[in-house]
């Protein structure tokens, strides 16, 4: 069994990663966050140690590496702009790190981090969590079957991914652009690197909205021209999605052609610690593509309504 430890173990997406560490018979040693209401602890590993201040978190890795009974993974679910720096800390400690995405919020930090891997020996490894999706894995092996027919052609693509949030999210580090990166970053850097991981490398990239709820753009990849619309505004939602009462919609249409795949994301975290932790994974040179594309789009010129762009755009606009 290996032994983890975790930051940020209060968060939003920290039972995924607790769960997946108990599915994968491993253990959680320690884990920190300033929010003391981790009672979901007691659900998974309420033996582990629990810290509020990384100062005496820090001392306890330190004391167990010492021992001879440090961390082998250290997993980050800490809030974006810290990510850089818990994952220093991680390899620093001689753990391999396991960080929620995005990675990190510039290119540059990730240039920093491939020199750290190289000193430490261990590893940094991200969870896009949608590549290993079974309705994408099929969609990329379909274009691939396409490709190899015709291999200069370019798709059609939609992308429409709404996950509605209320008033607390813009109050929260996630509504501060500098320290979430904003919205085409905090929920839209999985699907960049999804479509990337299925149409090939950028070519261009054009951005029609960026404000606090919502973004949207056209992304050109080598065989594809991508139409994307990202938001976190319940008003953006179809009425398909209204009508089942679902606050989060996600579909894909390829040359006119829907694929909805608003399910299957249950256990996607614990195939990805799997996939890690029998020799996979997804390290910094995966993650490079998506945070370069995010990163062009928080400093992109918005050129509005403008062009061809996503249908959902003009609702917005309108509402």
């Known amino acids: 069994m290996k032994q983890f430890g975790l930051i940020g173990v209060a968060g939003y997406i920290a039972p995924r990663h607790l769960k997946a560490i108990k599915e994968t018979q491993n253990v959680l040693s320690c884990a920190l966050d300033p929010y003391d209401g981790v009672g979901i602890m007691d659900s998974y590993f309420p033996n582990a140690d629990f810290f509020t201040e990384f100062e ?8 167990l590496r010492r021992k001879g009974c440090g961390l082998d993974f250290l997993s980050i679910c800490s809030p974006n702009y810290l990510h850089d720096s818990h994952i220093r800390f991680g390899l620093r400690s ?40 079974p309705s994408i894995v099929a969609l990329r092996k379909r274009v691939e079957e396409t490709l ?7 798709f059609d693509v939609e992308l429409t991914y709404i996950t509605s949030r209320g008033k607390w999210y813009f109050v929260s580090w996630k509504g501060d652009v500098s320290k979430s990166g904003g919205v085409a970053t905090n929920i839209g850097v999985h699907f960049f690197d999804m479509l990337a991981w299925i149409f090939g490398e950028v070519r261009g ?33 179809p009425k398909i999605a209204l009508e ?12 006119g052609e829907s694929l909805e795949f608003s399910d299957g994301f249950t256990d996607l975290h614990t195939e990805s610690y799997r996939d890690i932790l029998k020799g996979g994974g997804f390290g910094l040179q995966e993650a490079k593509t998506s945070i370069n594309i995010v990163h062009a789009i928080r400093n992109a010129e918005i050129i509005g309504l403008k062009g061809d762009y996503h249908p959902y755009l003009t609702q917005i606009k309108e509402s």
Request: with cysteine; charged share 25%; aromatic share 6%.
């Open 56 to 63: 005496r978190f820090d001392r306890h890795v330190d004391k």
């Open 244 to 255: 089942q009462n679902k606050r989060t919609f996600r579909c894909i249409s390829l040359n």
């Open 94 to 133: 001689g753990a391999s790190v396991i960080c929620e995405k995005p990675l990190v919020l510039n290119p540059w930090n990730i240039e920093a981090l491939e020199a750290m891997q190289k000193e430490t020996k261990a590893n940094v490894y991200t969870i896009l969590q949608l590549r290993l999706h």
């Open 205 to 237: 990239s054009v951005v029609h909205c960026l404000n606090a709820q919502s973004a949207s753009g056209i992304l050109e990849l080598k065989h594809a021209r991508v139409r994307w619309f990202l938001s976190v505004d319940a008003n953006a939602l």
């Open 148 to 154: 190899q027919k015709e291999p200069n052609k370019v």
